[in-house]
């Protein structure tokens, strides 16, 4: 059985800092592309940040560039986000999700799974 479980989220006040985590079971979590989105009340899912199976290759989302860092662990099934600088409209619900693709992409429709999420609340 599938089953990505993210942790990590809470409130915190602008310019902190949050890591966010996922573990991963079911599936063979090397061979997939992972991603972090993000959904805030009365929006669409959006993609945040997107990482290739080995790693190595990363895209994100202009909002986040330069202060979301996504990584991952092959050997421990986990995915993570590293959230900086954090600014009250970076609040939401954040998933996250294996892809099939090795193309890494940030359109949720190209994500196979996706976690239950956990929020994350950035007061100004």
């Known amino acids: 059985q599938v089953q990505l479980v993210e942790s990590g989220g809470g409130s915190v006040q602008a310019g902190g800092s949050l890591t966010l985590f996922c573990t991963a079971s079911?599936?063979?979590?090397?061979?997939?592309?992972m991603g972090w989105f993000r959904q805030a009340p009365g929006k669409e899912r959006e993609g945040v940040a997107g990482?290739?199976?080995?790693?190595?290759?990363?895209s994100y989302a202009d909002s986040v560039k330069g202060r979301f860092t996504i990584s991952r662990d092959n050997a421990k099934n986990t995915l993570f986000l590293q959230m900086n600088s954090l600014k009250p409209e970076d609040t939401a619900m954040y998933y996250c999700?294996?892809?099939?693709?090795?193309?890494?992409?940030?359109?949720?429709?190209?994500?196979?799974?996706w976690g239950q999420g956990t929020q994350v609340t950035v007061s100004s």
């Open positions: 999700a294996a892809s099939s693709s090795p193309r890494y992409p940030l359109q949720p429709y190209e994500y196979n799974y």
């Open positions: 079911g599936f063979t979590y090397s061979l997939y592309s």
């Open positions: 990482l290739s199976p080995g790693g190595s290759r990363t």
